[in-house]
């Protein structure tokens, strides 16, 4: 027998999804200059909405401010008190309302118009209160809920929560988005730590293990154990890289008199080195799939060395 638990959940899936088609059928020039008037704004985008028109709002206002668009949510309730204060000429406003009939955006319509800040309606009714006192209506779809009952707001706030997706995509790819301006926005957790460069983490200056072309592997040796990275850089007379020697080269060279050879005879030659401006992440890939895996990278720039990175550095930042 069909499991009713998972028709109930295709119907309400299907329900949604033929809810999200019709909004992008219905997708027109509305939409653009809904987003020119969002980036054109010199303040802030502020969403608000009651309930769980609400609920979305946050999520699109979070959105949108994580993504190079200053913005914050304004509950309808808290604005009749005070709040309003926080809404300036410069702001556009983005009000959802299912009906457009919410009874607690009144005092923010009012105030909107009183001070001509642009007001933008999310709404399925274009006839509503909020739809024929706003600047521009973004219309959503008149499918029915998903909901077994067809009341409880279901396919209207995915559709909401898709159309305040699509909003803020668009104002990404207009202002040239990047994943560095990304990664500023989200220092902490895991996104944060993908998202980081090599430049961030790396060693530089007197931390480099570096000695010249015409040393000696007691010097070598000095050096990789006063850094305590396990390597050590080689570089000619115009200061660039041309060597490495690692803790395995030793192994493989290991003699009587392996301090007094000249480093040039044991170092690996044009070693494996990377940008500043690459993911740690891509890093680490270099690292694990390089021959028998390296532990160790020199960034280099115009040839000559800048910095350096242990894999141990990659997995403090929290990458692996």
């Known amino acids: 027998m069909e499991n009713p638990d998972i028709k109930v959940a295709i119907n309400t899936i299907e329900g949604e999804i033929e809810a999200l088609k ?13 987003v020119d008037i969002m980036q054109n704004t010199k303040g802030r985008v502020i969403i608000t909405g009651m309930g ?22 304004l509950h309808p309730g808290e604005a009749s008190h005070g709040d309003l204060g926080m809404v300036t000429t410069g702001d556009v406003v983005l009000a959802i309302s299912n009906s457009g009939e919410s009874k607690e955006l009144s005092d923010i319509l009012v105030y909107c118009r009183r001070f001509s800040i642009p007001l ?21 779809p008149q499918n029915k809920e998903a909901c077994p009952l ?56 007197d931390e480099m293990p570096l000695i010249k072309e015409d040393a000696i592997m007691q010097d070598a040796l ?13 570089v000619n007379k115009n200061g660039e890289l041309i060597g490495m020697i690692t803790d395995g080269d030793l ?24 940008s500043g401006d690459i993911l740690i992440a891509e890093a680490v890939n270099i ?30 930042a929290g990458v692996s």
């Open 22 to 34: 019709s909004l992008e059928n219905s997708l027109d020039e509305t939409l653009s200059k809904a």
């Open 52 to 73: 769980k028109s609400g609920h979305i709002a946050r999520k699109i206002a979070a959105t949108l401010a994580s993504t190079g668009t200053p913005s914050f949510f």
């Open 120 to 140: 933008i309606a999310i709404t399925k009714n274009p006839e509503s209160s909020l739809g024929k006192n706003c600047d521009l209506v973004l219309k959503l």
């Open 150 to 205: 067809g009341l409880a707001p279901m396919s209207s706030t995915t559709s909401t929560l898709v159309l305040g997706d699509v909003l803020a995509a668009d104002l990404m790819v207009r202002k040239g988005f990047t994943e560095n301006d990304f990664r500023l926005r989200h220092p902490g957790g895991k996104l944060g730590s993908i998202l980081r460069h090599v430049s961030d983490i790396m060693h530089t200056g």
């Open 222 to 234: 000095m050096t990789m154990s006063e850094k305590m990275l396990g390597c050590v850089g080689i």
């Open 251 to 274: 192994r493989r060279w290991m003699s009587p008199d392996l301090i007094t050879e000249k480093v040039s005879n044991v170092m690996t030659k044009n070693p494996r080195v990377i």
């Open 287 to 316: 690292m694990n799939n390089t021959g028998r895996g390296i532990t160790n990278l020199f960034v280099v720039k115009d040839k000559k060395p800048v910095g350096i990175i242990h894999i141990h550095d990659c997995l403090r």
